[in-house]
């Protein structure tokens, strides 16, 4: 069985059946022990067969499903022994030792994070109920569970933020352990509560956590096959707890979005691609003047939308700034949630402008409050601040709109409906440069009427629209559908040829442009995922960088700063990617 490249999390179907019952008698360690040894040296030698496997690793819970259930489990198990999974006990890392388990033993592989097999006795003799990757070695299992809950809350993952491994029991009504998960999953206080939380230590009684706030005992226990913190042994004073007066209040939305807001913090996890400064974020910027790095959330469920401002070497936040969501009667693909937005944020960092299906948002920064709102937007494609930031051009499906005065009202407007979808607007002093989604140039007058000057320069989708700061040189990234390639300049003279950049070698269906504002680097898409920097003065690549395509790019004097489609905002230094 072949395997494919190593993925961030490698086989989370594994980690899912974690919570279900075992057998009453564990195996002999040394028995479990060498049942992954022979994992491993199957793996590293390709054995992995579908045969051996299903002998080999067989999860309690499977005996109470349905066949068609139990197929799809081994074939995702398949997927991630020929890839993730696979590769990490190929590796063939030691045992490092042995973690007794009330009716399980858990062989702990080196490395770190350390990969674990989870080893129950089925009929006399050992099969793996799962493998984990995990954050403590050989801690005692309460400990585990604990460490590793903090770990995943404090990263963003959610896997413990719906009371399924935090069990409660509430002998009231169901709306209290409704108000409890709303608490907890939509407004963020689990991880504001946990953030920088550790274990200092465990005994019988449970788990010592020190908190920010104060040192708490949890309570830990094994049952139903699984480890729990028991929410209704908590202290009283315990910062988990949720007190029955907040019960009407947590269940409403717009307390709910207001703590949301209170309590958000960034990330600001170091991981093999980059530094990941926050997820669910849909624009991301430095203001030099100021010094911080601007960040605007919006999730999926619109439980919260805001504006954070955030120091980008410490993660400190210095100011939160809550904003409207979409309507949450209105249906939107997850896979394609992240293309919904679009944002421009002035040169002096005061006036941000967020585009969201048929919303735009004017943003007084400085103020903390949305001063203009427009409805009848045709879904916003592109934005372009005048340097003075006193006009904002707006690009959508029709066509292109100006906005100007104190409170940007609509005063210029060309809407064209042979035109395709505008996905690039140039604002300048006395002309305006639209670019269409097929490739097509247009220079608009003042009042936004076409002039006559265009260029056809690409037949595929535009993936960006950028000017060269040193000369105002138009760059233009397409899909790389046709010639010539994906990446071209043009000077804005009628009779000037627009030349190509960069070959085919570097198109991309996905991903946009960006020149630095001292017009020396470009990023731009990579044919086979991630990110390129080049020099824009001699057009040299300089290295490759990031893990997917970025649908948005910002710049400071010391860092790029991207945005992938999954919503997570990204940070690397420019003098380490010019080292590579």
Not at 141 to 156: H, T, Y
Not at 168 to 194: M, Q
Request: proline share 5%; charged share 25%.
């Amino acid at each position: 069985m072949p395997r494919a490249t190593t993925r961030a999390q490698p086989w989370p179907i594994l980690v899912l059946l974690g919570g279900l019952a075992l057998a009453a008698r564990p195996p002999e360690p040394d028995r479990a022990t060498e049942l992954v040894r022979e994992v491993q040296s199957r793996a590293a030698a390709d054995q992995l067969d579908a045969a051996w496997v299903r002998q080999a690793m067989q999860p309690s819970a499977l005996d109470d499903l349905p066949p068609a259930a139990r197929r799809s489990y081994y074939h995702e198990l398949e997927v991630s022994l020929a890839g993730g999974l696979g590769d990490a006990l190929a590796a063939g890392s030691a045992v490092a030792g042995v973690v007794h388990g009330p009716d399980y033993v858990r062989v702990v592989l080196e490395g770190e994070p350390a990969v674990t097999a989870v080893v129950r006795q089925e009929s006399g003799r050992p099969v793996i109920e799962r493998f984990e990757p995990s954050v403590c070695s050989l801690c005692p299992e309460p400990e585990r569970f604990v460490r590793e809950l903090l770990a995943d809350v404090q990263s963003g993952r959610p896997r413990l933020l719906v009371g399924v491994d935090m069990k409660y029991e509430p002998d009231t009504t169901r709306s209290w352990g409704f108000a409890w998960n709303t608490r907890n999953t939509d407004a963020g206080y689990l991880r504001w509560v946990l953030d920088g939380a550790e274990v200092v230590g465990s005994d019988v009684r449970g788990v010592d956590v020190a908190l920010a706030q104060q040192t708490e005992t949890w309570p830990v226990v094994y049952r139903d096959g699984r480890w729990q913190l028991v929410y209704e042994d908590l202290p009283e004073d315990s910062l988990l707890r949720l007190g029955e007066d907040g019960l009407k209040v947590w269940n409403s939305d717009r307390h709910v979005a207001r703590q949301a807001v209170a309590w958000w913090v960034p990330v600001m996890e170091q991981r093999a691609q980059g530094l990941l400064l926050a997820d669910e974020v849909r624009f991301v910027a430095p203001r030099p003047f100021q010094g911080d790095l601007l960040v605007y959330v919006q999730d999926l469920e619109r439980s919260v939308a805001l504006v954070a401002l955030v120091d980008p070497e410490t993660g400190d936040v210095a100011r939160r700034i809550g904003l409207p969501t979409l309507s949450k009667r209105e249906n939107h693909d997850p896979e394609t949630w992240n293309d919904l937005f679009v944002g421009a944020l002035s040169d002096d960092g005061k006036r941000l402008a967020i585009g969201a299906h048929r919303r735009l948002w004017i943003v007084d920064v400085g103020r903390g409050e949305v001063v203009r709102t427009l409805y009848d937007v045709g879904g916003v494609t592109a934005l372009d601040w005048s340097d003075d930031g006193e006009r904002l051009a707006v690009g959508d499906q029709r066509g292109v709109m100006v906005l100007s005065g104190t409170t940007l009202d609509k005063s210029r407007r060309h809407w064209a409906e042979t035109l395709s979808p505008v996905e690039g607007v140039v604002l300048a002093s006395d002309t305006t440069w639209m670019v269409q989604e097929d490739g097509l140039v247009v220079e608009l007058d003042a009042e936004l009427r076409p002039t006559g000057r265009t260029r056809e320069a690409c037949c595929g989708g535009v993936r960006g629209v950028e000017t060269d700061p040193r000369n105002g040189d138009l760059l233009v990234g397409c899909d790389g559908s046709c010639d010539p390639a994906w990446l071209w300049r043009w000077d804005g003279q009628d009779e000037s040829a627009a030349r190509m950049i960069a070959d085919e070698g570097f198109c991309a269906t996905a991903g946009t442009i960006s020149v630095a504002p001292s017009g020396d680097l470009l990023v731009g898409p990579v044919a086979d995922g991630g990110a390129a920097l080049w020099t824009v003065r001699d057009e040299q690549l300089v290295t490759r960088f990031g893990a997917g395509a970025l649908t948005q790019v910002a710049w400071d004097d010391e860092r790029v700063y991207g945005l992938d489609a999954r919503g997570r905002a990204w940070s690397w230094e420019l003098r380490e990617l010019g080292s590579r």
